[in-house]
């Protein structure tokens, strides 16, 4: 663990340098390798006669954009959520929260003319506030606490009911199946950057929120009672950064479908790094995050070849035995 | 009725006072399930009166009516019943063992692993090797699913609530596995599979009903004779070892038991969801918490429900026939949702620690 103020700059600084990294890997590596004068060149002075050129900008580039994004967002979200509930294994993926924004998506293209993540990005925001809703009012045990194991099964019990609500749906409108599907397993390709661009607002709110939220966090962690001396009551705090969780759910859902297990892992392994201080640990799950997600991706492309493996199936592979490390490790 | 929810031994004293209540309720069931199949026989995208149905199957003949409710109708009913049942009672068993009426073969990863194991078959022999084999995979699947929580979940002994825990992670990894399955098959397969995953009676024969039969005769039965110890493990752990309830053996034997009969029924019906965690819930209002009595009446409650929801897949969207597993989720999961809710302070929902 890095216990001084000097050694975590630093540690944030390497982790910058490893999203770097990945960022360049996942532009650069795949069923064709670039190297790295063509993508500067294609930066600069872009040539759509070139092939090269027009994988970097069409496909590579917004699909390590994405990536990056996503998996910052995920990672801040579930950071978020471990805080507030108390629970070590609370995520967007395992409370139901990405489950939900994904069936109120797959209402929004199979029933109504909406096809964009822009547009449909307010279906998931949505989807993703009532599948909070849902879980938090049926995890609230005797006094109103969260209990451990009952929202871990609330949200289980939510994420059945979405994804069984969708694949009906799915089923009777067998048109949208096909363009649905892949991206219902979670997947950053095929997307272009202009449907990223009308995003980025949400994710800014979001960012900006955290910044203004992240003493309150801390004093959350310590207890109620904390927050109230910083001037402000528990439960606008929780409503707030509850906010922040489905902005940044939401929107993630929208651009890449369900990706699980990077909001579960990160807030951990950043955790372990760089102690509970939000101060330290958002900036560290975003960079952590962002990496984990790019790699995954990476990895993906080379699972099968020439078959991509949508990243949502790569994180759940990575994150089942972390999940049960954790609960083997919990004493329960 | 209004107790339902609370602890099992009390739940044994006030919901069901009097022992003849159960064996009239169940019943009352038995009668309202066979006029439902009754109604079922009678209904299809084939119109049929009732009178031409019973004329059918007293007096078996050559023609177009006989056929449709020899071959197709009855069969598919049969196995509706058999399979509603089977889960009903796999999810009471789990229920009972894990103390949570949260858990259910779904959630702990049992579906998935037969789902998983299935959908292997169809991606990779899907044209080479028979359809009769893919039962014999899900169960496989089913199996090693639960092998694979009940060891990942073994920390000197087992407790409950990490092997719900385990479940949920590990059925996260092998529906992640069932993906990528199907979206690496090609189009049609794809629609084939998810369609079975969703839980579909469709092209239902004899010779099904004849497969998924035999683990019902076998696993209902034994887990009655063990009625006792687990109303005595409801108590906790210690009490229950106090009781001289061998806890370990007696939890492995039922585990076996919901494993079996929930993957028998994944394996001829596919993963038709809430039914293993709804119809204990109906049931357990009905009769309260008490295993021996809670056993029937689940199992003809589960029945009820996916041979009403093949129902309505097969007759209310004509000419559509639609997987019955929408309907059960359609129905279940607002009402599974309504019940959480409404039982939320009750002691019982809180899985309690040994």
Sequence with gaps: MLNHRASRIAGLLLGLVLVATAFAASVMLGTTDIAPPIFVQALVQYDPARVAHIIIVTERLPRAVIAALVGASLAIAGALMQTMTRNPLASPGILGINAGAMFFVVVAVSLLPLHTPAEYVWAALLGALVAACLVVMLSRGRQGELSSLRVVLAGVAVTAMFVSFSQGLLIVDQQSFESVLYWLAGSVSGRELSVVVPLLPLFGIALLLCILLVRHANALMLGDDMVKGLGMRAGTIKLLLGLVVILLAGSSVALAGMIGFVGLIVPHMARGLFGVDHRWLLPACALLGASLLLLADVASRFLMPPQDVPVGVMTALIGTPFFIYLARRKQT | MTHSASLPQQGNDTAAGHTTRPVRLSALLALV???????????????????????????????????????????????????????????????????????????????????????????????????????????????????????????????????????????????????????????????????????????????????????????????????????????????AQGLGVNVLQSRLVLMACSVALAGAAVAFAGGLSFVGLIAPHIAARLVGRGFARLVPVTALVGALIVLYADLLGRVAFLPKDLPAGIFVSGVGAPFFVYLLHRNRHSPYQTARQN
């Design chain 2, 33 to 239: 399930l066979l006029a439902s199949i009754g109604l079922s026989l009678s209904l299809g995208s084939f119109p049929t009166s009732f009178d031409q149905v019973v004329h059918a199957l007293a007096t078996p003949q050559n023609s177009d009516i006989t056929f449709i409710v020899w071959e197709l109708r009855l069969p598919r009913i049969l196995l509706a019943l058999l399979v509603g049942a089977a889960l009903a009672v796999a999810g009471a068993i789990l229920q009972g063992i894990v103390r949570n009426p949260l858990a259910s073969p779904d959630v702990i990863g049992i579906t998935s692993g037969a789902a998983m194991a299935a959908v292997t078959f169809l991606a990779l022999f899907g044209t080479g090797l028979s359809i009769h084999w893919l039962p014999a995979a899900a169960l496989l699947g089913a199996l090693l699913s639960a092998v694979l929580v009940f060891s990942l979940a073994w920390k000197r002994g087992i407790t409950p609530s990490r092997m719900v825990l385990v479940g949920i992670g590990l059925s996260a990894a092998m529906g992640a596995v069932t993906t990528l399955l199907i979206v690496i098959s090609d189009d049609a397969a794809a629609m084939v599979a998810y369609v079975w995953l969703t839980g579909s009676l469709y092209a239902a024969q004899w010779q099904d009903v004849f497969g998924m039969l035999p683990w019902l005769l076998v696993a209902v039965p034994l887990c009655l004779t063990l009625a006792r110890h687990m109303d005595a493990m409801a108590l906790g752990d210690s009490v």
